[in-house]
C-alpha cells in the first residue's frame, strides 16, 4: 500500500513537471519563449508564440543589414546583430485579463548609445588609416570587432521596462 501511494506520488509529480515544460505555461511562459527565440533570431520559435508573422531575418536583421550594406560594411551585420541581440531579462510580472494579459519585463543590456558613439569615434580614423596603408578588410573588420568589444565592455548596463501583451488563442498564450 506504502508502495503503491509513492509510486501515484511520483506520477503526479512527474505529470505536473511535463505539463509545466510543455507549452507556454501562460502569458508569462509565452513571453520568456518569445525572449529566448529573439535573442538567438530562432523565427521558428518566435512564430509559435507571435500573433503576427515573423519575417526570415527576424525583427532587428534586415534594418541593421540594410544599414550596413548602405555604409559598405556587410561582413560586420552578423556581428552588429548578434551584440545587439546580446541583453538579459527578467519578467517582472503578469496581469491576466480574460483572454488578454500584460507581461511586465525588465531587460538589461548595454548603453548603445554611448557605444555606438565610441566605437565611431575611435574605428572610423582608424579605419580611414589602415585602409590608406593598404590593409584588407579582414584586418579592418578585426579591428572594428575588438573596438566594439572594449566600448561594449566600458559602457553601462541599462535596465529597459517595457510591457508586452499577450492574447489566448484558442489555448495557447501568444
Known amino acids: 500500500m506504502k508502495?503503491?501511494?509513492?509510486?501515484?506520488?511520483?506520477?503526479?509529480?512527474?505529470?505536473?513537471?511535463?505539463?509545466?515544460a510543455c507549452g507556454n505555461s501562460g502569458p508569462d511562459g509565452a513571453a520568456n519563449k518569445f525572449l529566448k527565440a529573439l535573442k538567438t533570431?530562432?523565427?521558428?520559435?518566435?512564430?509559435?508564440?507571435?500573433?503576427?508573422?515573423?519575417?526570415?531575418d527576424s525583427l532587428f536583421g534586415s534594418t541593421i543589414d540594410a544599414l550596413c550594406e548602405s555604409e559598405g560594411l556587410n561582413e560586420m551585420s552578423d556581428v552588429l546583430r548578434d551584440t545587439l541581440m546580446d541583453f538579459d531579462y527578467e519578467i517582472a510580472g503578469?496581469?491576466?485579463n480574460g483572454?488578454?494579459?500584460?507581461?511586465?519585463?525588465?531587460?538589461?543590456t548595454k548603453d548603445w548609445a554611448s557605444v555606438i558613439k565610441g566605437v565611431i569615434k575611435e574605428y572610423l580614423p582608424a579605419a580611414f588609416k589602415m585602409a590608406l596603408n593598404g590593409?584588407?578588410?579582414k584586418k579592418?573588420?578585426?579591428?572594428?570587432?575588438?573596438?566594439?568589444?572594449?566600448k561594449k565592455k566600458e559602457a553601462e548596463d541599462l535596465e529597459i521596462p517595457?510591457?508586452?501583451?499577450?492574447?489566448?488563442?484558442?489555448?495557447?498564450w501568444k
Do not use: C, H, P, R
Not at 483572454?99 to 538589461?108: F, K, L, P, Q, R
Open 99 to 108: 483572454n488578454s494579459a500584460v507581461v511586465d519585463v525588465t531587460i538589461t
Open 3 to 20: 508502495k503503491s501511494k509513492q509510486t501515484a506520488i511520483m506520477l503526479i509529480l512527474l505529470s505536473m513537471l511535463l505539463f509545466s
Open 140 to 150: 579592418i573588420e578585426k579591428e572594428f570587432k575588438k573596438i566594439l568589444k572594449e
Open 41 to 56: 533570431n530562432n523565427t521558428e520559435a518566435m512564430e509559435a508564440v507571435y500573433f503576427g508573422e515573423i519575417e526570415e
Open 162 to 172: 517595457i510591457q508586452m501583451q499577450m492574447i489566448l488563442d484558442g489555448e495557447t
Open 135 to 137: 590593409d584588407g578588410e
Open 94 to 96: 503578469v496581469k491576466e
